[in-house]
């Protein structure tokens, strides 16, 4: 057992022994600044072991079994977690949220669904949504069946809430086998259209198969979807084509039906409301139903969020490849290793998922990205020209793939195929600022087709004038032209909204060397410098300052090396 872990444990057994806390003065109080700069940062794990600390020295300190408990959940350790709301319930004072939320999740987990109920009498604070959804299933445990389709009605007639009461009645109906009822509702049939994610079509597609309708599921899988390779998909359509019935098993009971309340509101939560408390409610929906890949899923990408990197690549790692959906969870364990400082760690297990899955169009393309973010743009290219020949035709959404490889080829100083993929992208996606912007910059830099390229980067300013680095790009259009008193105004708006970036300050410089202020110039050079760029751009501004920005441009005068534009990194 983790340390974090043990002394969690002891200090829970001390809040059983005690009749009370321990003196005020013998609390932990580094412990208990520990726990919180963890918590700040959200290293949950760390939170724990610091949490657990200091409640050895103050077992009855509700802040600190408080804490312990978001730590717990958040790490995913529901089981300690439970303890701690157990305790924190003991020593009574006000209600504490997330103690309810833990021991609501115990009682569905122990399928005591009076427990539940009774909460919900007494006044349990769950959030309204959830309240009224785990009342509603709870209902449906106890084999309610007539008052749990009243509570659900009574959500659907909840002004914002509509959606929540349709999805979860049909979830309910189809649990218990009224798989007519549900379709009534997810067709539309009974109260209008309803907007459901990717999963709720899966529930759909499972319960008209239930029907003996494989067909209709077919023509549905096919409006949703689409016909590109994709595992899951592709297993759902081969099953229903051979006239498999698909089991129902979205929600399989009302334990089920709990956890998927939570996974629902953590889906209305993600984006609009604090990170950890999303996290809580997936880590609720995952104790409740382990199997609930989509919830399992969501909590590596919110993990992520936090920036809690090795939590989600542990999360992504729970998938066996067997798992249909192992290839989207290798694909996030590789980012995750990534933005934990290991990129060979998380380009050898994309290698290793196109070796496997090399006909999936997602495969090459996080791979490629993979490549060309790590800048080894030869093997970048070889993926994203992989990946645009899977393509069963070229759609407008496939731009970037084209984009990308453009800026594979220029990187790779092989600029004829660049242009054509630059062309391509536009040609696919007339207004895109970030094609239009890196076509005309780099058509500038060449100093080929001034004209239309200056208009590109025109057409990128309007379409996007707010973006730093396009409107770089226009400034150091005019400054190629030789337009210097021009360029000046665009390349000071650019810096305001890139102050920090070194290739936007390097280029400020530029521009006041050639309108005669060159104190400025030096300036906003060694400002560059301190923005830490890379190598080859910090040795060309050092020559700035040591011989200045005329002998540097005359010795470069005919050289094919390009100067770099900026936002052209992750």
Same mark, same amino acid.
């Given at each position: 057992?983790?340390?974090?872990?043990?002394?969690?444990?002891?200090? *829970?057994?001390?809040? &059983?022994?005690?009749?009370?806390?321990?003196?005020?003065?013998?609390?932990? +109080?580094?412990?208990? #600044?520990?726990? /919180?700069?963890?918590?700040?940062?959200?290293?949950?794990?760390?939170?724990?072991?610091?949490?657990?600390?200091?409640?050895?020295?103050? =077992?009855?300190?509700?802040?600190?079994?408080?804490?312990?408990?978001?730590?717990?959940?958040?790490?995913?350790?529901?089981?300690?977690?439970?303890?701690?709301?157990?305790?924190?319930?003991? *020593?009574?004072?006000?209600? =504490?949220?997330?103690?309810?939320?833990?021991?609501?999740?115990?009682?569905?987990?122990?399928?005591?669904?009076?427990? #539940?109920?009774?909460?919900?009498?007494?006044?349990?604070?769950?959030?309204?949504?959830?309240?009224?959804?785990?009342?509603?299933?709870?209902?449906?445990?106890?084999?309610?069946?007539?008052?749990?389709?009243?509570?659900? $009605?009574? #959500?659907?007639?909840?002004?914002? *809430?509509?959606?929540?009461?349709?999805?979860?009645?049909?979830?309910?109906?189809?649990?218990?086998?009224?798989?007519?009822?549900?379709?009534?509702?997810?067709?539309?049939?009974?109260?209008?259209?309803?907007?459901?994610?990717?999963?709720?079509?899966?529930?759909? !597609?499972?319960?008209?198969?239930?029907?003996?309708?494989?067909?209709?599921?077919?023509?549905?899988? $096919?409006?949703?979807?689409?016909?590109?390779?994709?595992?899951?998909?592709?297993?759902?359509?081969?099953?229903?084509?051979? @006239?498999?019935? #698909?089991?129902?098993?979205?929600?399989?009971?009302?334990?089920?039906?709990?956890?998927?309340?939570?996974?629902?509101?953590?889906? +209305?939560?993600? @984006?609009?409301?604090?990170?950890?408390?999303?996290? !809580?409610?997936?880590?609720?929906?995952?104790?409740?139903?382990? %199997?609930?890949?989509?919830?399992?899923?969501?909590?590596?990408?919110?993990?992520?969020?936090?920036?809690?990197?090795?939590?989600?690549?542990?999360?992504?790692?729970?998938?066996?490849?067997? %798992?249909?959906?192992?290839? =989207?969870?290798?694909?996030?364990?590789?980012?995750?290793?990534?933005?934990?400082?290991?990129?060979?760690?998380?380009?050898?297990?994309?290698?290793?998922?196109? /070796?496997?899955?090399?006909?999936?169009?997602?495969?090459?393309?996080? !791979?490629?990205?993979?490549?060309?973010?790590?800048?080894?743009?030869?093997?970048?290219?070889?993926?994203?020209?992989?990946?645009?020949?899977?393509?069963?035709?070229?759609?407008?959404?496939?731009?970037?793939?084209?984009?990308?490889?453009?800026?594979?080829?220029?990187?790779?100083? $092989?600029?004829?195929?660049?242009?054509? %993929?630059?062309?391509?992208?536009?040609?696919?996606?007339?207004?895109?600022?970030?094609?239009?912007?890196?076509?005309?910059?780099?058509?500038?830099?060449?100093?080929?087709?001034?004209?239309?390229?200056?208009?590109?980067?025109?057409?990128?300013? &309007?379409?996007?004038?707010?973006? @730093?680095?396009?409107?770089?790009?226009?400034?150091?259009? !005019?400054?190629?032209?030789?337009?210097?008193?021009?360029?000046?105004?665009?390349?000071?708006?650019?810096?305001?909204?890139?102050?920090?970036?070194?290739?936007?300050?390097?280029?400020?410089?530029?521009?006041?060397?050639?309108?005669?202020?060159?104190?400025?110039?030096?300036?906003?050079?060694?400002?560059?410098?301190?923005?830490?760029?890379?190598?080859?751009?910090?040795?060309?501004?050092?020559?700035?300052?040591?011989?200045?920005? %005329?002998?540097?441009?005359?010795?470069?005068?005919?050289?094919?090396?390009?100067?770099?534009?900026?936002?052209?990194?992750?």
């Amino acid at each position: 057992m983790p340390l974090a872990s043990c002394r969690l444990l002891a200090a *829970l057994a001390l809040v &059983a022994v005690f009749a009370g806390p321990v003196r005020a003065e013998e609390a932990d +109080a580094g412990a208990y #600044l520990a726990a /919180r700069v963890a918590e700040s940062h959200n290293d949950f794990r760390a939170a724990s072991g610091w949490y657990g600390k200091a409640l050895l020295s103050d =077992s009855g300190d509700s802040g600190l079994l408080e804490g312990a408990i978001l730590a717990e959940l958040a790490s995913g350790d529901l089981g300690l977690a439970k303890e701690a709301a157990q305790a924190l319930k003991k *020593l009574g004072g006000e209600p =504490s949220q997330i103690a309810e939320l833990v021991l609501a999740a115990d009682e569905a987990q122990r399928e005591d669904y009076a427990a #539940l109920l009774a909460a919900s009498a007494e006044g349990r604070d769950l959030g309204d949504l959830v309240n009224a959804l785990v009342a509603a299933w709870a209902k449906v445990g106890e084999g309610k069946m007539s008052e749990a389709l009243a509570a659900f $009605d009574t #959500l659907s007639q909840t002004k914002g *809430l509509e959606a929540f009461g349709y999805y979860h009645k049909a979830l309910a109906l189809a649990s218990v086998g009224d798989f007519e009822g549900a379709d009534d509702i997810l067709s539309g049939r009974s109260s209008g259209p309803i907007y459901v994610m990717r999963r709720g079509v899966v529930a759909h !597609l499972q319960i008209l198969s239930q029907l003996e309708r494989n067909a209709d599921a077919l023509a549905l899988l $096919d409006r949703s979807f689409g016909t590109e390779p994709d595992p899951i998909v592709d297993e759902l359509r081969r099953r229903l084509q051979a @006239g498999e019935p #698909l089991p129902f098993d979205t929600v399989r009971t009302a334990r089920d039906g709990i956890a998927e309340a939570f996974y629902s509101v953590a889906t +209305a939560l993600e @984006g609009e409301a604090d990170p950890v408390y999303t996290l !809580l409610h997936l880590r609720v929906a995952v104790d409740l139903r382990p %199997d609930h890949a989509d919830a399992v899923l969501l909590t590596a990408k919110v993990l992520e969020t936090l920036g809690q990197h090795q939590l989600a690549a542990e999360t992504y790692a729970t998938f066996p490849p067997e %798992d249909p959906n192992f290839v =989207s969870a290798e694909i996030g364990r590789a980012k995750s290793l990534r933005s934990q400082g290991n990129a060979d760690g998380a380009i050898e297990a994309l290698q290793a998922l196109a /070796r496997g899955h090399g006909n999936l169009l997602q495969v090459q393309f996080a !791979l490629a990205d993979m490549l060309r973010l790590e800048e080894r743009f030869d093997e970048a290219e070889v993926a994203y020209s992989a990946a645009i020949d899977l393509l069963p035709e070229v759609s407008p959404e496939h731009w970037i793939l084209f984009f990308y490889r453009g800026i594979a080829h220029e990187q790779s100083k $092989d600029w004829p195929p660049a242009e054509v %993929d630059f062309r391509r992208a536009l040609d696919l996606n007339p207004t895109q600022p970030q094609v239009l912007n890196y076509l005309g910059y780099g058509l500038v830099d060449r100093g080929e087709k001034l004209d239309e390229a200056l208009g590109m980067i025109e057409k990128a300013v &309007a379409a996007d004038p707010d973006q @730093g680095y396009i409107i770089d790009s226009l400034a150091w259009a !005019l400054f190629r032209l030789g337009r210097y008193d021009e360029a000046l105004g665009p390349m000071e708006r650019a810096s305001l909204l890139e102050p920090v970036d070194p290739i936007v300050t390097d280029h400020l410089g530029d521009v006041y060397w050639k309108v005669g202020r060159k104190l400025e110039a030096q300036f906003q050079w060694r400002r560059a410098l301190s923005f830490e760029p890379a190598e080859k751009d910090a040795e060309r501004i050092r020559r700035k300052l040591d011989v200045g920005l %005329d002998v540097v441009m005359d010795n470069e005068a005919g050289a094919a090396e390009p100067v770099k534009a900026a936002g052209t990194g992750d």
